[in-house]
């Protein structure tokens, strides 16, 4: 893989306070291509930080995941996307997706891509049971993926693990994104089920969401262009 197509997979995660995101930001100018602004930092310092890194030259993976009525949902896709988010979340639960995609579409040309969330990874089978859904994990992750692309999302987030089983489900160009991705001697801190960058990106992910191997190094700079380097070195 080339470089700047590897440069271009890799997201951020900034789950830290506004002093050390715009710190890691800075450090990453010129080298990060994306960074992904979640709930905690996201509902503590609002669109202007969207603004911020957007000024800085990143793209900006606004991770909310909205989850609410339609008219809400449309509400939030408009104002997320008028923050200048290149990419944004939902939940797939039915009516919200087509909300999702004209919020997005109202407020620019250049509209947000979204990524659905299907069965969070946090949820097992128990967990599914007691909010009376007797599926497979796998067949109802599926069922959402569909559902999210036939109204109008451009993907999906889910594990590695079930990256392959989703490209084969869904469009060739559609969305992929994985988090829980371990770079080779990497801290798995809670993540359990994890792939190294190459394996998340060889199983079907267009792009990978890598956290803590980045902000919590030494050398955010130098674990970022590692895990670039073993992409380019490994993917074909
Ligand atoms: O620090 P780490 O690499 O584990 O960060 C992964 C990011 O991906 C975090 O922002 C986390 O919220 C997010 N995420 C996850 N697992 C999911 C969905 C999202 O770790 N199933």
């Given at each position: 893989m080339l470089e700047t197509d590897a440069r271009d997979r890799v997201i951020v995660a900034l789950d830290c306070d506004r002093e050390r995101a715009l710190e890691l930001a800075h450090e990453l100018s010129g080298h990060a291509a994306w960074l992904k602004v979640g709930m905690t930092l996201y509902y503590a310092e609002g669109p202007e930080i969207v603004k911020t890194f957007k000024d800085l030259g990143f793209k900006v993976?606004?991770?909310?995941k909205f989850h609410d009525i339609p008219h809400q949902v449309r509400g939030a896709a408009r104002s997320a996307s008028l923050a200048g988010a290149d990419l944004l979340s939902v939940h797939?639960?039915?009516?919200m997706l087509a909300a999702c995609r004209e919020g997005a579409e109202e407020a620019r040309e250049d509209r947000a891509k979204l990524v659905a969330i299907t069965?969070?990874?946090?949820?097992?089978q128990d967990a599914l049971a007691e909010i009376g859904v007797e599926s497979p994990v796998a067949e109802e992750a599926a069922r959402l993926a569909k559902l999210a692309q036939v109204n109008g999302i451009d993907g999906i987030v889910c594990s590695p693990m079930e990256a392959h089983d989703m490209r084969e489900l869904l469009a060739p160009d559609a969305l992929i994104v994985t988090p829980g991705v371990r770079p080779v001697g990497a801290a798995l801190g809670d993540q359990s089920r994890v792939a190294t960058p190459s394996q998340a990106i060889e199983r079907g992910a267009s792009h990978i969401v890598v956290g803590r191997p980045i902000t919590g190094a030494d050398d955010p700079v130098a674990a970022f262009d590692a895990i670039v380097a073993e992409l380019v070195e490994n993917v074909a």
């Open positions: 993976f606004l991770d909310l797939g639960s039915g009516a069965v969070l990874t946090s949820m097992n």
